[in-house]
Every structure is written in structure tokens, then in C-alpha cells.
């Protein structure tokens, strides 16, 4: 199986903040790589898929980069809504998710 | 609007089997991939497995000698059946469409409990 290994698991950030996430892959996964947020007592909601393609509706100060085996989510500016916590999955292979950033309010 | 809502009992026994509906509305199963993902409480995710609208299932290694997924087009339904639980099976249990390798569209999950 791929692993997937965020970092880092949690955060604290201000409004306002340029935030960045990282994602590894165990081995090459090309761009089949994709970002979820989730709310507490909420379902995962898509950002990113094919690690840099913004979903329908989704604010343009999310973007994602990489390939290979190092992607990176990026919230250029912070806002009170993104407080979440965001999960990387793969699926180059057998689906696999990362184990998640927390992003909390600093 | 695509939406999919999971149903089934929220409670299981230790050894017996967990049966789990996604009901999809506002469009076809058909033409699709249609995955269940778990999540136990305060952890991350974790992917149980996918079907074909045509029935062909694929599943992940670590719970494939317990899973089986099932579609029903006419019901524009699929199904989850996982057997012998344990309290390790204890999860929030997401329905969810799969285009293209990620999930656009998901359940609003259930809380499935396995305790005697």
C-alpha cells in the first residue's frame, strides 16, 4: 500500500495567514493526488483534485502544487471559515488517505 | 443535485455483520464509481472500497476477506456489508461518488457502533 504522511498534523494560524501543507507518498503517485476539508460532525468536502485543480465553488485562495511523491496545499489567506482540518488522498493505487492537519485558530 | 444518504442500524454486535445502504438521488448510479469510507471516531479516513455500476468491486486489502459491496441500479442504491466486527470497526461509515480517483460527492455519514 502507499502511505501518505501529512505534515504538519496540526497548526495554529491567525486570519490573514499564508498556510501550507504537506502531503509524501511512500512511492510515485504522479498528480493523482487530491485535498479534502473537514468540520467537525461534518462529510469531507473536495478542494484540489489531480493535485492542482480548484473544485467547482471552491475559493481561489486554496491552490495545490507537486508531483511524484511531494504536494502541498496552500491557503494564501486565511479566513475565519477555513478552520478545519484537511486531509491528502491518493489514488494512484488502493485509496489512501493522509492522517490529517488540524488548523485551529492561533 | 447529487445527493446520497447512508441507512442502517447504528448499533452492532461483536461477530455479526454490518449492513449499510447509500440511497442516491438526483441522478443515475449508473456510468459511476460508488465508495464507502469509514472514519472511527476522532481519527482520520480510511477507504473500505469501491463498485462499479456494472458490479464490479474493488476493495481495500486490509478489510477484503470481510467486505462486500453491492449495487442495485434499479433502486439507485448500493450497499455495504461488513462481517465479523469487531469494536475496531466502530466508524462513521460516508458514502460517497468517485470521479476520476476523488469523491465529489458524499453522504452526510452514520455513526455505526459495534458493541454487545
Known amino acids: 500500500d502507499i502511505q501518505m504522511t501529512q505534515s504538519p498534523s496540526s497548526l495554529s494560524a491567525s486570519v490573514g495567514d499564508r498556510v501550507t501543507i504537506t502531503c509524501r507518498a511512500s512511492?510515485?503517485?504522479?498528480?493523482?493526488l487530491n485535498w479534502y476539508q473537514q468540520k467537525p460532525g461534518k462529510a469531507p468536502k473536495l478542494l484540489i483534485y489531480?493535485?492542482?485543480s480548484l473544485q467547482s465553488g471552491v475559493p481561489s485562495r486554496f491552490s495545490g502544487s507537486g508531483s511524484g511523491t511531494d504536494f502541498t496545499l496552500t491557503i494564501s489567506s486565511l479566513q475565519p471559515e477555513d478552520f478545519a482540518t484537511y486531509y491528502c488522498?491518493?489514488?494512484?493505487?488502493?485509496?489512501?488517505f493522509g492522517g490529517g492537519t488540524k488548523v485551529e485558530i492561533k | 443535485q447529487v445527493q446520497l444518504q447512508e441507512s442502517g442500524p447504528g448499533l452492532v454486535k461483536p461477530s455479526e455483520t454490518l449492513s449499510l445502504t447509500c440511497t442516491v438521488s438526483?441522478?443515475?448510479?449508473?456510468?459511476?464509481?460508488w465508495s464507502w469510507i469509514r472514519q472511527p471516531p476522532g481519527k482520520g479516513l480510511e477507504w473500505i472500497g469501491y463498485?462499479?455500476?456494472?458490479?464490479?468491486?474493488h476493495y481495500n486489502p486490509s478489510l477484503k476477506s470481510r467486505v462486500t459491496i453491492s449495487v442495485d441500479t434499479s433502486k439507485n442504491q448500493f450497499s455495504l456489508n461488513l462481517s465479523s466486527v469487531t469494536a475496531a470497526d466502530t466508524a462513521v461509515y460516508y458514502c460517497?461518488?468517485?470521479?476520476?480517483?476523488?469523491?465529489?460527492?458524499w453522504g452526510q455519514g452514520t455513526l455505526v457502533t459495534v458493541s454487545s
Open positions: 460517497a461518488r468517485q470521479e476520476a480517483g476523488y469523491y465529489n460527492y
Open positions: 512511492q510515485s503517485i504522479s498528480s493523482y
Open positions: 438526483g441522478g443515475s448510479i449508473s456510468r459511476y464509481y
Open positions: 489531480a493535485t492542482s
Open positions: 488522498q491518493q489514488s494512484y493505487s488502493t485509496h489512501t
Open positions: 463498485i462499479y455500476s456494472s458490479g464490479s468491486t
